[in-house]
């Protein structure tokens, strides 16, 4: 069973929110988490506009996490006199991510292709419809020439738990020819943490 989250937008900066919750998933072992702060793991929040006003100041500090619902009495009863507040908490419905890739190896494309024919365990893959084309006229042209004898097209997008969703991003943003968009999420009804 899928585990269900819940995304925090913690006040304060990345480094003292890390050390918050890699603090509380020391003493609490392997009762708490996993958890994930979203800007280290491909995980959208506000963007680069946000990240600029936060660092002239102009508005404060968030970070953005995924924490697992079942570790919200905990974050609350630690949060006390930490200077870490919450801005707000939002249950987590859905995670997607879209990809696209152009590839003009056979051999890589078909690694490419068994990636999103196999995804891991829990991650389902929509809208993907690979194309292949070859064009005899253009064997043997330059690497850097519109003609191309070999082209691999394919696009899609993935969903399913944050931590295989969080990996497979890992996995194929590995791979320079495949462009892989940050999760995205969608949000639910807001959580009073308390």
């Known amino acids: 069973m899928e585990t269900p989250y819940v995304e925090i937008i913690f006040k304060g900066v990345v480094e003292d929110v890390k050390k918050f919750l890699a603090d509380l998933g020391a003493d609490l072992g392997d009762d708490f988490g996993p958890y994930f702060i979203s800007e280290e793991r491909g995980i959208a929040d506000e963007g680069r506009v946000w990240k600029f ?48 890739y152009e590839c003009f190896n056979e051999e890589l494309a078909a690694q490419i292709r068994a990636l999103f024919d196999n995804p891991p365990a829990g991650v389902t893959i929509e809208g993907y419809n690979p ?25 899609g997008s993935a969903k399913g738990p944050v931590k295989a969703l ?23 009804d807001e959580v009073k943490i308390s």
Not at 78 to 88: F, K, V, Y
Not at 166 to 188: A, H, N, Y
């Open 53 to 100: 006003l936060e660092a002239v100041k102009l508005v404060e500090d968030h970070t953005h996490a995924l924490v697992p619902e079942k570790d919200l009495a905990a974050v609350a009863k630690r949060l006390g006199d930490t200077g870490i507040g919450i801005h707000a908490a939002h249950k987590v419905i859905e995670k997607r991510l879209q990809f696209e």
């Open 131 to 155: 194309n292949t084309f070859r064009d005899a006229s253009a064997k043997g042209q330059e690497l850097y020439t519109p003609a191309h004898d070999f082209e691999c097209k394919g696009e």
């Open 166 to 188: 969080v990996e497979f991003r890992k996995t194929i943003s590995e791979i320079p020819q495949i462009d892989v968009d940050d999760i995205s999420l969608v949000l639910g």
